[in-house]
């Protein structure tokens, strides 16, 4: 079965380190990688995706994910963590053209 | 454009009852996603439309669960004889797939504020 796994529940980092958020997957073919963030009492939110090229990219809030083929991994990072940026944190992958597969979520605390 | 929007945003219901939930769409944007989470989980999916087109649907998703998006605009879902297994937080999602010049495809979703359904 296709999956994508978040293997922290929590991840807990001080304002201003950097900060990674874990993301695998198993799905086949090439799949389009995406980071969501959901805060309290707000609907998920797009953060960025990988579709192809660079294996880094950039997206909103100083985010950025490096896409690792050979690991199927997309791990989720940021050089210094703000205390705004705690949340809940999601990796999907698109698969087949049209169907999303969440991981279980991640936790982020960012402790002043 | 406001974004997604879905409606009600609570529904408490009695065990048996139907329900209906209803979803804008970002307007133009042809795909629409319907999901189910419960707390502690990522979204799950349960059906998808292109247009008006239902196109997939999970099947983990009941004969209980109907979904329909006339006119390819806005969508609703109905759950009939409403369990208490039900309850859970239902969002919708829309993007943009596609060959249009109007809009570049987007593949990621934009999610309403979701509809979070009790059943007692």
């Known amino acids: 079965a296709q999956s994508v796994a978040q293997p922290e529940d929590q991840v807990n980092v001080a304002e201003g380190n950097p900060l990674t958020v874990k993301c695998t997957y198993s799905v086949s073919g090439n799949p389009y990688l995406f980071w969501y963030v959901q805060y309290p009492n707000r609907g998920l939110q797009f953060l960025l995706k990988?579709?192809?090229?660079?294996?880094l990219v950039k997206g909103s809030y100083g985010f950025e994910a490096e896409f690792n083929k050979s690991q199927t991994s997309f791990h989720l990072k940021k050089p210094s963590a703000l205390v705004s940026d705690s949340a809940l944190y999601f990796c999907?992958?698109?698969?087949?053209?049209?169907?999303?597969?969440f991981g279980a979520g991640t936790r982020l605390f960012v402790k002043a | 454009d406001t974004g997604v929007s879905q409606n009600p945003r609570h529904k408490i219901t009695k065990r048996g009852q139907n329900v209906t939930f209803r979803c804008d769409p970002i307007?133009?944007?042809?795909?629409l996603y319907w999901y189910r989470q419960t707390l502690g989980q990522g979204p799950e999916f349960l059906t998808y439309?292109?247009?008006?087109?239902?196109?997939?649907k999970s099947r983990l998703l009941s004969d209980r669960f109907s979904a329909e998006r006339p006119k390819g605009s806005f969508s609703t879902l109905e759950i009939q004889r409403t369990e208490q297994g039900d309850s859970a937080m239902y969002l919708c999602?829309?993007?943009?797939?596609?060959?249009?010049?109007?809009?570049?495809?987007?593949?990621?979703?934009?999610f309403g504020p979701g509809t979070r359904l009790t059943v007692t």
């Open positions: 999907a992958a698109l698969t087949g053209g049209f169907k999303t597969i």
């Open positions: 439309f292109q247009n008006e087109a239902q196109l997939e």
């Open positions: 999602a829309s993007s943009f797939v596609g060959t249009g010049l109007k809009l570049p495809q987007t593949y990621e979703q934009y």
């Open positions: 990988y579709i192809t090229g660079d294996n």
């Open positions: 307007s133009e944007h042809n795909r």
